[in-house]
Protein backbone atom coordinates (compact mmCIF):
# COMPACT_ATOMS: atom_id res chain seq x y z
CA UNK A 1 0.00 0.00 0.00
CA UNK A 2 1.15 3.44 -0.94
CA UNK A 3 1.23 6.16 1.91
CA UNK A 4 1.34 9.75 1.08
CA UNK A 5 2.77 12.62 3.60
CA UNK A 6 0.42 15.62 4.32
CA UNK A 7 1.62 17.47 1.23
CA UNK A 8 0.78 15.17 -1.16
CA UNK A 9 -2.20 14.19 -0.11
CA UNK A 10 -3.35 17.94 0.75
CA UNK A 11 -2.74 18.22 -3.23
CA UNK A 12 -4.92 15.03 -4.07
CA UNK A 13 -7.83 15.75 -2.00
CA UNK A 14 -7.29 19.78 -4.17
CA UNK A 15 -7.08 18.02 -7.47
CA UNK A 16 -10.32 15.85 -6.81
CA UNK A 17 -12.08 18.91 -5.61
CA UNK A 18 -11.13 20.85 -9.06
CA UNK A 19 -12.38 17.79 -11.09
CA UNK A 20 -15.81 17.27 -8.84
CA UNK A 21 -15.79 21.13 -10.19
CA UNK A 22 -15.00 20.63 -13.50
CA UNK A 23 -17.85 17.60 -13.85
CA UNK A 24 -20.57 19.79 -12.17
CA UNK A 25 -19.64 22.57 -15.05
CA UNK A 26 -19.65 20.33 -17.84
CA UNK A 27 -23.12 18.65 -16.60
CA UNK A 28 -24.29 22.23 -16.16
CA UNK A 29 -24.02 22.48 -19.99
CA UNK A 30 -25.98 19.19 -20.76
CA UNK A 31 -23.23 17.25 -22.15
CA UNK A 32 -24.26 14.08 -22.42
CA UNK A 33 -21.48 12.21 -21.35
CA UNK A 34 -21.37 8.46 -19.72
CA UNK A 35 -20.49 8.96 -15.77
CA UNK A 36 -17.39 6.93 -15.84
CA UNK A 37 -15.73 9.01 -19.11
CA UNK A 38 -16.83 12.43 -16.91
CA UNK A 39 -14.97 11.02 -14.44
CA UNK A 40 -12.13 10.08 -16.38
CA UNK A 41 -12.17 13.46 -18.35
CA UNK A 42 -12.63 15.29 -14.99
CA UNK A 43 -9.84 13.73 -13.40
CA UNK A 44 -7.27 14.30 -16.27
CA UNK A 45 -7.85 17.67 -16.37
CA UNK A 46 -6.95 18.74 -12.98
CA UNK A 47 -4.26 16.60 -12.93
CA UNK A 48 -2.90 18.46 -16.01
CA UNK A 49 -4.11 21.74 -14.54
CA UNK A 50 -0.96 23.75 -15.36
CA UNK A 51 -1.15 22.66 -18.84
CA UNK A 52 -4.85 23.22 -19.61
CA UNK A 53 -3.90 26.68 -18.08
CA UNK A 54 -1.26 27.32 -20.24
CA UNK A 55 -3.66 26.51 -23.36
CA UNK A 56 -6.38 28.72 -22.08
CA UNK A 57 -4.69 31.84 -20.42
CA UNK A 58 -4.93 34.27 -23.57
CA UNK A 59 -8.73 33.57 -24.02
CA UNK A 60 -10.83 36.39 -23.13
CA UNK A 61 -14.18 36.66 -25.01
CA UNK A 62 -17.17 34.67 -23.80
CA UNK A 63 -18.73 32.96 -26.18
CA UNK A 64 -22.53 32.80 -25.00
Known amino acids: ?3 MDK ?4 AYDKMI ?3 AGLA ?3 QTGKID ?3 YVLEELTIFLARNA ?3 KKILRNLRHWWP
Not at 7 to 10: F, H, I, M, S, W
Open 1 to 3: MHT
Open 50 to 52: LEV
Open 17 to 19: DAA
Open 7 to 10: KDAD
Open 33 to 35: MDE
Open 24 to 26: DLI
